[in-house]
């Protein structure tokens, strides 16, 4: 890989840091190799916001090489709201460009003294003012910027008010809509007085083979034009799955605490295609465009809504009408907040004010009403600039709820908000969400689609019946192990690419001679590592658990009245994954089978 | 009611249980749309084969064995996968929604029907297993 550029805020100055080859072989890339960069610097005490706190942006080796749908990059740090370790990759066209201007990471630390932006273009930074910046937007940011530097060709990465304003869910955004929107990385940039990102290169990327390389992207983006899912994908865009996952129980519906939802032929990926869908958008080179371009009454195109919005701001709040989904999902985009997260937080919020818990008096006389979308407009806006009770709401469930008294009532784990995917209709996701390592995450293992289905036997992910529990403890390990190597790569993982292709496509891009059995083995390393860095961060096996409400079953629906045995199924994935049940530590043994010795001595002594 | 797939008498004994069926009839009185069977050969089948059901509002309003290529040539559906594959998800061993998913069965036609209407297709999958004994 190419230097990461090591950047200090407080003075401006940087240098170049060389990854040791011995770690991008160990680890890949993007999410683990960050994991073991950051493992010394995070530590317990260590507040997000603090200058001190690190900020690692990461490519993976395959990042802007137009392979299959490997476009993208990874954001890195301690979550602000979890005090975990958290990432949140993103795709757009900002890792490939910070790829072409020779870098392939940015190591941030430290804090401005006002407001600023940094400039990179072939190898050379500028930091530039940016205090003319600070409150808008994250679509006029982009723009501005752009237009300010006024060359072709120009990504940026940055900051909404949600972030400027400490939301703990806030995101950093590029390319109009795409965003590593997860964990609150946002916050952590804006707390640096960091607005903007903003990068342009013509450097020629690094393979050892290319000509290999070649042959190998061709063909595996010609096998993704023909796969069913990538066409499902680009047809009717993630949200193509409502449909399905509301028959099978689950897509979550008001706050997680109904089964099924009546709407959801008005709201899917289907009905948006068949009515303002005007076209399809890719990030860098993906063949398959899953993002939607739809045009509203407004006349106006914009971003359409994906999966995870769909249901934070329809089925989860009642609300079955597309074009305000939309509306939500851009006021989202443009002032930086995670759809997911404030969704779930605002949903959390209107169950509280159905208990009575939250009255009238809390909501400055809101009617926090299931399906009112105008309200939920209105606590978008008051939680990005913290106006009464969006000041509570911009601090995640798990501290709305503890206000209110009612924490057990926020559907998160560790501090992060649990994402649409109902571990009662997939059980998988029980374990996905209990001991993802940045807290409630369908990111690090999107189970959701084994259970639908999709398997791959040839790396030993295979299928069990999707209200299995403790049998498929081993297969979610597996495929968490995969997903890793996705996370490293860094890949999205809407691409169904063979995974001896995949493997392929590193040892041509790499150099490597990987079996697909030792890429499995790279994924692993990178899972346990970040387990590692969570556990020195006071993470333990108390921690892996799920929320109240998806322990309780539902009487109607697809799920049909099941509940995972969450703790039958960890007791047989801390076997699979040889960690220890008592500390929630991965053993000595499993980390030194995995070449983790400093690790295993500096958690066990 | 059983029969061997693929065979005239299995395709006709497919219609009677798709009309028959209460369940399918219900939860397909939706859907609108022909479909073709294209199946490729593999294993035990040496000839391409091509099996035409004509499917509407919960019933089946015919069905036609072997026709020519052109005389469906715009079907609403076309599900097209080696002999093998429609074999295993006859007998139960391939989920047809991993078979779509792991692109071992292609579809052609609109997926968005296809993906608003999965509950339709796994009730057409249960009764296509149903009448299936053995096959050639």
């Known amino acids: 890989m190419q230097p990461i550029l090591r950047i200090d805020l407080s003075t401006g100055t940087s240098e170049e840091y060389k990854i040791p080859e011995e770690w991008e072989r160990a680890f890949l890339g993007g999410a683990s190799l960050a994991a073991r960069l950051l493992y010394p610097y995070l530590t317990k005490e260590l507040d997000p916001f603090l200058s001190e706190a690190p900020l690692l942006f990461l490519n993976?080796?395959?990042?802007?090489?137009?392979?299959?749908?490997?476009?993208?990059?990874?954001?890195?740090?301690?979550?602000?709201?979890?005090?975990?370790?958290?990432?949140?990759?993103?795709?757009?066209?900002?890792?490939?460009?910070?790829?072409?201007?020779?870098?392939?990471?940015?190591?941030?630390?430290g804090k401005a003294a006002e407001p600023i932006y940094l400039w990179i273009e072939d190898r050379r930074l500028e930091v530039r003012k940016a205090a003319h910046l600070w409150g808008k937007d994250t679509y006029e940011t982009q723009e501005a910027i752009k237009q300010e530097i006024n060359q072709k060709g120009i990504h940026v990465a940055c900051v909404g008010p949600a972030a400027e304003n400490g939301i703990l869910f806030a995101g950093i955004y590029c390319d109009h809509g795409r965003t590593a929107g997860r964990t609150g990385l946002g916050a952590v940039m804006a707390s640096k007085n960091l607005k903007a990102i903003a990068v342009h290169g013509n450097a020629k990327l690094p393979f050892v083979h290319p000509d290999r390389y070649a042959t190998l992207r061709s063909e595996s983006n010609r096998a993704l034009k023909q796969d069913n899912e990538a066409h499902i994908m680009h047809e009717m865009g993630t949200a193509s799955v409502a449909n399905y996952a509301e028959y099978l129980g689950s897509m979550p519906a008001k706050y997680y605490h109904q089964g099924g939802f009546d709407g959801v032929d008005k709201v899917s990926g289907a009905t948006m295609s068949d009515t303002i869908l005007t076209g399809q958008s890719a990030c860098h080179a993906c063949v398959i465009a899953c993002g939607r371009v739809v045009r509203l009454d407004d006349g106006n195109k914009r971003k359409g809504p994906e999966y995870e919005t769909i249901v934070s701001f329809g089925s989860n709040l009642l609300i079955d009408d597309l074009a305000e989904i939309t509306r939500l999902g851009e006021l989202c985009d443009r002032y930086g907040m995670d759809t997911i997260s404030t969704g779930n937080t605002i949903g959390l919020a209107f169950y509280l004010f159905e208990k009575g818990i939250i009255t009238a008096q809390d909501t400055s006389e809101l009617e926090l009403k299931w399906g009112n979308a105008a309200v939920v407009h209105e606590l978008v806006r008051m939680t990005a600039f913290r106006e009464g009770i969006g000041d509570l709401i911009a601090q995640g469930s798990k501290r709305l709820g503890k206000y209110f008294g009612a924490?057990?009532?926020?559907?998160?784990?560790?501090?992060?908000?649990?994402?649409?995917?109902?571990?009662?209709?997939?059980?998988?996701?029980?374990?996905?969400?209990?001991?993802?390592?940045?807290?409630?995450?369908?990111?690090?293992?999107?189970?959701?689609?084994?259970?639908?289905?999709?398997?791959?036997?040839?790396?030993?992910?295979?299928?069990?019946?999707?209200?299995?529990?403790?049998?498929?403890?081993?297969?979610?390990?597996?495929?968490?192990?995969?997903?890793?190597?996705?996370?490293?790569?860094?890949?999205?993982?809407?691409?169904?690419?063979?995974?001896?292709?995949?493997?392929?496509?590193?040892?041509?891009?790499?150099?490597?001679?990987?079996?697909?059995e030792e890429m499995m083995k790279v994924g692993e390393r990178g899972w346990n590592m970040k387990r590692a860095v969570n556990n020195k961060l006071g993470l333990t096996a108390s921690n892996d658990k799920l929320p109240k409400a998806l322990l309780e079953p539902l009487s109607t629906g697809g799920t049909e009245g099941f509940v995972p045995d969450i703790q039958a199924m960890l007791h047989a994935y801390y076997e699979a994954r040889g960690w220890d049940e008592k500390t929630g530590y991965p053993t000595k043994e499993k980390l030194f089978a995995l070449g983790l010795e400093d690790i295993a001595k500096d958690l066990w002594g | 009611m059983s029969a061997v797939f693929p065979s005239a008498g299995w395709?006709?004994?497919?219609?009677?249980?798709?009309?028959?069926?209460?369940?399918?009839?219900?939860?397909?009185?939706?859907?609108?749309?022909?479909?073709?069977?294209?199946?490729?050969?593999?294993?035990?089948?040496?000839?391409?084969?091509?099996?035409?059901?004509?499917?509407?509002?919960?019933?089946?309003?015919?069905?036609?064995?072997?026709?020519?290529?052109?005389?469906?040539?715009?079907?609403?559906?076309?599900?097209?996968?080696?002999?093998?594959?429609?074999?295993?998800?006859?007998?139960?061993?391939?989920?047809?929604?991993?078979?779509?998913?792991?692109?071992?069965?292609?579809?052609?036609?609109?997926?968005?029907?296809?993906?608003?209407?999965?509950?339709?297709?796994?009730?057409?999958?249960?009764?296509?297993?149903?009448?299936?004994?053995?096959?050639?």
């Open chain 2, 11 to 136: 395709l006709n004994l497919l219609e009677e249980k798709l009309n028959a069926d209460s369940h399918y009839n219900n939860i397909a009185k939706n859907w609108e749309g022909d479909l073709v069977f294209d199946i490729q050969p593999a294993g035990t089948l040496t000839q391409p084969l091509l099996m035409y059901l004509d499917l509407w509002h919960g019933k089946c309003r015919g069905v036609e064995y072997a026709p020519e290529p052109a005389k469906h040539p715009k079907p609403t559906f076309i599900l097209r996968s080696p002999y093998d594959n429609f074999t295993a998800i006859l007998l139960g061993k391939l989920d047809p929604m991993t078979a779509m998913m792991t692109s071992k069965l292609k579809v052609e036609g609109s997926l968005a029907y296809m993906m608003r209407n999965v509950p339709t297709v796994l009730d057409f999958v249960r009764c296509c297993r149903e009448i299936t004994t053995d096959i050639l």
């Open chain 1, 60 to 109: 993976g080796p395959l990042t802007g090489t137009s392979g299959p749908t490997v476009g993208r990059f990874v954001v890195c740090g301690k979550g602000p709201a979890t005090g975990l370790w958290a990432e949140s990759n993103c795709g757009g066209f900002w890792g490939p460009e910070l790829r072409f201007a020779g870098y392939d990471g940015l190591w941030l630390t």
């Open chain 1, 407 to 516: 924490e057990d009532e926020a559907v998160q784990v560790n501090g992060l908000e649990v994402a649409y995917h109902d571990p009662r209709g997939v059980s998988g996701m029980a374990l996905s969400y209990a001991t993802s390592p940045r807290g409630a995450c369908h990111n690090q293992s999107d189970y959701f689609f084994v259970d639908f289905g999709h398997i791959h036997p040839e790396i030993g992910i295979e299928y069990f019946s999707r209200q299995a529990e403790a049998e498929k403890a081993a297969n979610v390990a597996r495929h968490q192990d995969w997903r890793t190597v996705y996370n490293s790569m860094v890949m999205c993982i809407f691409a169904n690419v063979a995974p001896q292709m995949q493997v392929d496509l590193i040892n041509a891009a790499c150099g490597y001679d990987w079996t697909a």
